[in-house]
């Protein structure tokens, strides 16, 4: 039985990975109580069919967990239609392709930035760390830009939204437990009071227009609006940080595939970015819970019953996929499923993508000699996979 906690297989999960796929079906997994998809076919087919479903479990005792308990259960990500359709439908027009298109300006700007602060570090340092330094104030500034979220309150999202993602590791420390209550109920109350002032002094910023919303009516109702902003704060930033972090190393580990990214970084930018997602993905696993008895690949999911979607294992599919475990960054045509399928297919994915378009061939332009000063370090997770610290210098 495979642990999915274990530090050797958090180090490396793939070669595991791959022994699953070979069952060929998906395999019941008694410490997580729920079968686990790992093939391509099984794994988008359990984001896709409409039988499994995104179910949230309230934690107990509720009158503790309450804030954390409806930022889940009002929230696009775990709920279900008809109220999935209704949330999803009122952000969608804040992030289709020609608003997101219009934050390039703003996107380059905040690169810009940042990058000439790393040059600092490293002018003084001698090396700097692309994850704080980098890869993640930039989406972390993009959405708060986005919602209107204070530039000087910036500092508390990654650690509530940290806080608040540990939740959803295989098991929890009561530590853990303990630091995602506090953090929905700060977060909670936070956002309730952002709203209520950009009630009273609308703004340009998405929060305003969501308040507004809320404002005129049945459409959305205070908990709905705050577990929105807080949803979309956290899914903002959180995997594009891990997703960016872990496609560098990788890259920084690969001296030909360095090599066509230095060659070309502005030509290759669009197709190593959806590779980065699907090499070494930033979320491996969503779950969903039948609603009636379902089949999957040949096995019946009894109605209750809980089921993974292993996205970053489904990634590595030689089914689909020509030599799965090379990075290749000009992979295409390149069907990954990292960014999810069917109704709950992430909603960001075409603002992540920018950002990490914009940002990756400034950053090989102004560091072209880019390389690793020390091993990375992990962070100690397998649902959301990333680095803690990216520690490089800027060659020869
Ligand atoms: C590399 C970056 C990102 C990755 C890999 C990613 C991945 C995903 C995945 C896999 C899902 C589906 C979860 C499921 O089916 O259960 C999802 C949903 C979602 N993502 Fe992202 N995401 C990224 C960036 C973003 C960004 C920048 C935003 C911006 C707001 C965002 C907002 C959302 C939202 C709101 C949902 C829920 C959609 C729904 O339930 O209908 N994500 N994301």
Redesign the pocket.
Same mark, same amino acid.
Not at 342 to 349: K, L, S, T
């Given at each position: 039985m495979i642990d999915l906690t274990s530090p050797s297989f958090i180090a490396d999960p793939y070669p595991t990975l791959a022994e699953l796929r070979k069952e060929g079906k998906p395999v019941w997994h008694e410490p997580t109580g729920m079968f686990l998809a790992a093939g391509y076919k099984d794994a988008n087919q359990v @984001?896709r069919n409409r039988d499994l479903g995104?179910i949230f479990t309230p934690k107990e005792p509720s009158d503790q967990w309450e804030a954390f308990n409806w930022l889940h259960s009002d929230s /696009? =990500?775990d709920s279900e239609p008809p109220k999935?359709t209704r949330l999803?439908s009122l952000?969608m027009k804040a992030?289709n392709p020609k608003m997101i298109e219009a934050l390039r300006p703003e996107i380059e700007r905040i690169t810009d930035e940042l990058l000439a602060n790393a040059e600092q570090v490293l002018s003084e340092a001698g090396q700097f760390d692309l994850i704080a330094d980098f890869a993640e104030p930039l989406?972390v500034k993009v /959405?708060a830009h986005l919602l209107g979220f204070p530039d000087k309150d910036e500092h508390l999202l990654r650690p509530w939204s940290q806080a608040i993602v540990k939740m959803y590791e295989v098991s929890p420390s009561e530590a853990d437990k303990d630091a995602a209550k506090l953090a929905g109920e700060e977060f909670a109350s936070y956002v309730h009071e952002l709203m209520l002032e950009r009630k009273q002094n609308p703004g340009t910023d998405l929060i305003s227009d969501l308040a507004a919303v809320e404002e005129a009516g049945e459409k959305l109702n205070t908990h709905e609006l705050i577990a929105t902003c807080v949803? @979309?704060l956290n899914? +903002?930033?959180e995997?594009?940080v891990n !997703?960016f972090g872990n496609g560098m190393v990788a890259t920084l580990q690969n001296p030909e595939q360095l090599a066509k990214l230095k060659a070309d970084p502005f030509g290759i930018a669009e197709t190593a970015v959806d590779e980065f997602?699907r090499f070494d993905?930033?979320?491996h696993l969503?779950e969903r819970t039948a609603t009636t008895d379902t089949e999957v690949g040949g096995v019946t999911i009894g109605q209750g019953q809980k089921i993974a979607s292993l =996205?970053g294992s489904a990634n590595r599919d030689s089914a689909i996929f020509e030599n799965p475990d090379q990075l290749d960054l000009t992979r295409s045509p390149n069907p990954h499923i +990292?960014? !999810?399928a069917? /109704?709950?297919?992430?909603? +960001?994915?075409p =603002?992540?993508r920018l950002e990490m378009a914009i940002s990756l061939p400034a950053l090989m332009s102004k560091f072209p000699n880019l390389s690793l000063a020390k091993d990375p370090v992990r962070r100690p997770s397998f649902v959301l996979r990333g680095y803690e610290q990216v520690l490089v210098n800027a060659g020869q």
């Open positions: @984001l995104r /696009i =990500l999935h999803r952000v992030f989406p /959405i949803l @979309l899914a +903002g930033h995997a594009s !997703g997602i993905a930033p979320l969503f =996205l +990292g960014f !999810g069917g /109704i709950h297919f992430c909603i +960001g994915a =603002l992540a």
